[in-house]
């Protein structure tokens, strides 16, 4: 059974960093890429970046630069360095495992689906 796993969120001041995990469990790492998106209230959910076995990125405009998504193949965890947090930032945070060939930024592509953690950037 494939399981994927977040933590890392919690309450930051503006400016501030944090580091999400994704653990993953489940035959899927391989033959798989993983990304992250987050869903802020009233909002739609948003791609932030997405990446893949051989290391490949892609990121969303609205994070580039402020972003780092990254994977540790042995670990089977996937993570996302954020920084210079803002307000905006806050929503919950869910990382995701879609099959390579996949449209990476359509959240409908995506097979798999942690429970989300919570991130809240304070102004």
């Known amino acids: 059974q494939v399981q994927l796993v977040e933590s890392g969120g919690g309450l930051v001041q503006t400016g501030h960093s944090l580091r999400l995990s994704c653990a993953v469990s489940?035959?899927?790492?391989?033959?798989?890429?993983l990304a992250w998106f987050r869903q802020a209230p009233g909002k739609e959910r948003q791609f932030l970046a997405a990446?893949?076995?051989?290391?490949?990125?892609e990121y969303a405009d609205s994070v580039k630069g402020r972003c780092t998504i990254s994977r540790d193949n042995a670990k089977n965890t996937m993570y996302l360095q954020m920084n210079n947090l803002k307000p905006e930032d806050t929503a919950i945070y869910y990382c995701?495992?879609?099959?390579?060939?996949?449209?990476?930024?359509?959240?409908?592509?995506?097979?798999?689906w942690g429970q989300g953690t919570q991130v809240t950037v304070s102004s």
């Open positions: 995701a495992a879609a099959q390579v060939g996949s449209s990476f930024r359509v959240g409908d592509a995506y097979e798999y």
């Open positions: 489940g035959r899927i790492f391989g033959n798989y890429f």
């Open positions: 990446v893949w076995s051989a290391g490949d990125r």
